[in-house]
C-alpha cells in the first residue's frame, strides 16, 4: 500500500485475547503505512493507553454499539480487521458498509469437534495470537516473532517499596482466580500448590477471588508467616499487570492475568483443567510448562470453561498430585 491507510482492529474482550492482539498492532504499524485505531471495550482501555502503534482508540461504553458505530462511520476507514467475529461485529462491518474487512477463523466447527467428538486433530497447532496475525497476512503482514506487548502507564507501576520486606527480595506470582469454575484449583489444590513453593508468594486477581485469597492467608498466617501477600480485590488490572511483572515467575490458571505475564517474558507454570493447551490457549512465545492431567479421556469438557464439572467428579484438577506440583517447582 503506497498511500497512508486507515485500519480499525476490533477486539472487544476479554484480557487475554486484547492481549494477544497486540503482535497484531505492531506489525501492522511497522510494516504498513498506516494510521491505526484499536476498538475494544473501555474496561481494557488501559491496557492499550501506552501502546505506541496504536493512533487512537475506540470504546465500546454504556452508550452502546449503535453509539460507536455512529463515531466510527465518520472516520472513513479503509480496512477493518475484525479480530472478534460475532453478531456484534457483523452488525458494525455491515454498518461500516463498504469497508473492506478481514476476520478471524474462529474455526467454532474444529472446536466442537475436538470437545465433543474429542477429534485430537480437528485443530491447527497454533496459538490463538498466531491466528490473530494470519487473519492480516493478506495485507502482506508477517509475524514479527516479538510477543506480545504492554506497557504499564506509570500510575499503575507497582514501586518495590510496596512489598512487605519479606517479599523484596524475591516472590513468586499465584493467579488464583479464573472466569469458570473448571479452570480453577479448588482452595485445598490451591493451598497444596502453595506448600510447595518455596519462595514467598503474591496472591494475584480480582475481587471475586478475595474469599478464596483470605482463606490461603489464614490457612499460612501462623504456619508459615510473612509467605503470603494477598492482593486479591485490591488493585486494577494495570497494577495487576505491574506485580506480575517483578514476579520471579508465575503460577496460573488459564486466564487474562498469566497471559499478560508473557508480555514480560515470565516464565509460567500454567495449570489446565477442563480447558487444554491444545485449543491455542497455552502462554505465548515465553517460557513456560504446562501442569495438566492428560490421561483424562473427559478433557476438554469445553472451550472456555463450565460452571461445574460435566462429570461431577473434578478429576481434571483434583488429580493433580503432589509428585507433579513438586516437579513443577524445581527451577
Not at 184 to 209: A, M, T
Not at 285 to 310: A, W, Y
Amino acid at each position: 500500500m503506497n498511500k497512508k491507510s486507515k485500519i480499525l482492529v476490533i477486539r472487544f474482550s476479554s484480557i487475554g485475547d486484547c492481549i494477544w492482539v497486540t503482535p497484531v498492532l505492531r506489525c501492522l504499524k511497522e510494516q504498513l503505512n498506516c494510521e491505526l485505531h484499536f476498538a475494544t471495550k473501555k474496561a481494557y482501555g488501559e491496557l492499550f493507553e501506552c501502546n505506541p502503534h496504536i493512533d487512537k482508540l475506540q470504546f465500546l461504553d454504556e452508550k452502546g454499539l449503535n453509539n460507536l458505530i455512529s463515531r466510527l462511520k465518520t472516520e472513513n476507514y479503509d480496512y477493518i480487521i475484525d479480530l472478534h467475529k460475532n453478531l456484534r461485529t457483523l452488525w458494525l462491518k455491515m454498518r461500516l458498509w463498504g469497508v473492506k474487512s478481514f476476520s478471524y477463523p474462529k474455526l467454532t466447527f474444529q472446536k466442537w469437534q475436538y470437545v465433543s467428538l474429542q477429534k485430537k486433530d480437528a485443530l491447527p497447532q497454533n496459538h490463538v495470537a498466531d491466528r490473530y496475525l494470519q487473519t492480516v497476512a493478506p495485507l502482506g503482514v508477517k509475524p514479527d516473532n516479538k510477543g506480545l506487548e504492554l506497557i504499564i502507564p506509570e500510575r499503575n507501576i507497582i514501586q518495590k517499596d510496596f512489598f512487605p520486606l519479606s517479599h523484596q527480595n524475591g516472590f513468586v506470582a499465584f493467579v488464583i482466580g479464573a472466569s469458570y469454575y473448571t479452570k480453577r484449583l479448588p482452595l485445598e489444590k490451591l493451598i497444596e500448590f502453595c506448600e510447595n513453593i518455596q519462595k514467598p508468594v503474591v496472591l494475584v486477581g480480582g475481587k471475586e477471588d478475595k474469599e478464596i485469597a483470605n482463606e490461603i492467608e489464614i490457612y499460612f498466617a501462623e504456619k508459615r508467616p510473612n509467605f503470603i501477600l494477598n492482593l486479591c480485590g485490591k488493585l486494577n488490572i494495570g497494577q495487576s499487570a505491574s506485580v506480575v511483572s517483578q514476579a520471579e515467575y508465575l503460577y496460573g490458571h488459564d486466564t487474562g492475568l498469566m497471559h499478560i505475564a508473557a508480555c514480560f517474558q515470565k516464565k509460567i507454570y500454567a495449570i489446565f483443567g477442563g480447558t487444554t493447551p491444545e485449543l491455542g490457549l497455552y502462554p505465548y512465545q515465553t517460557p513456560h510448562e504446562i501442569i495438566e492431567n492428560k490421561d483424562l479421556d473427559c478433557r476438554p469438557c469445553s472451550r472456555l470453561g463450565k460452571k461445574t464439572c460435566p462429570k461431577g467428579h473434578f478429576n481434571c484438577m483434583m488429580t493433580l498430585s503432589n509428585e507433579k506440583i513438586e516437579k513443577s517447582n524445581k527451577i
